[in-house]
């Protein structure tokens, strides 16, 4: 059983910053792309951030120059630093990563697993 767990949410005024984390867990063979997405109240879900296993790094338009994804291989955990919140940054805010496990003798199974959601709230 794999689990990714988030940490690092909360409440914190404009212009300020949050660390989000999000550790894998269970029966690991390796991870291949990191992610964070985040959804908004009424908005489908959107990608902010995602990271190769060899650090490559793509970020949405919106979040570009203040945010920072990155990820700690050995943990098998995955960043979100944020920098310069603004309001519109509130949201709920998701860990994904694509999981290799192995299946049966053999045989490995890769799959897309996503962490419960941390909730972000950007006000004053």
């Known amino acids: 059983q794999v689990q990714l767990v988030e940490s690092g949410g909360g409440l914190v005024q404009p212009g300020g910053s949050l660390r989000l984390s999000c550790a894998a867990s269970?029966?690991?063979?390796?991870?291949?792309?990191m992610a964070w997405y985040r959804q908004a109240p009424g908005k489908q879900r959107e990608l902010v951030a995602s990271i190769t296993s060899g650090g490559s790094t793509n970020y949405a338009d919106s979040v570009k120059g203040r945010f920072t994804i990155s990820r700690d291989n050995a943990k098998n955990t995955v960043y979100l630093q944020m920098n310069s919140l603004k309001p519109e940054d509130t949201a709920d805010y998701y860990c994904n990563a694509e999981i290799v496990t192995i299946a049966a003798p053999s045989r490995l199974r890769r799959s897309d697993y996503w962490g419960q959601g941390t909730q972000v709230t950007v006000s004053s």
């Open positions: 269970g029966s690991i063979l390796s991870i291949n792309a």
